[in-house]
Nanobody, 125 residues
Framework: QVQLVESGGGTVQPGDSLTLSCIAS????????MGWFRQAPGQERRFVAI????????YYANSVKGRFAIARDSAKNTATLQMNRLKPEDTAIYYC??????????????????WGQGTQVTVSS
């Protein structure tokens, strides 16, 4: 059973930065793609950023491109999401997810079998 534990959420002001971390256990980390998704109040959960098992392929949602950066560290079984120039519309619960599907790059939820519990990010002045 794969377990994912997120950390790093919090309340920040617009323009600030925040880094989310996700530690994976119960799997060979190098065999799964990793992703960050978010769900804002009253909205569906949507993909934010995804990275291939080997780390060579990365995709971002248009809304975060140029501001957010996803990375993975196989030595630490960790995926991170560096979030810069945060905006109020980035406020959401952020979820870490792992995929062993060959369709991981679709960014759709049903291709991600394992999920963390979520961490709240609030951007407010």
């Amino acid at each position: 059973q794969v377990q994912l534990v997120e950390s790093g959420g919090g309340t920040v002001q617009p323009g600030d930065s925040l880094t989310l971390s996700c530690i994976a256990s119960g799997t060979t980390f190098g065999n799964v793609a990793m992703g960050w998704f978010r769900q804002a109040p009253g909205q569906e959960r949507r993909f934010v950023a995804i990275i291939s098992a080997g780390g060579g392929d990365i995709y971002y949602a248009n809304s975060v491109k140029g501001r957010f950066a996803i990375a993975r560290d196989s030595a630490k079984n960790t995926a991170t999401l560096q979030m810069n120039r945060l905006k109020p519309e980035d406020t959401a619960i952020y979820y870490c997810a792992a995929s062993d599907s060959r369709w991981w790059y679709s960014g759709t939820e049903n291709q991600y079998r394992y999920w963390g519990q979520g961490t709240q990010v609030t951007v407010s002045s």
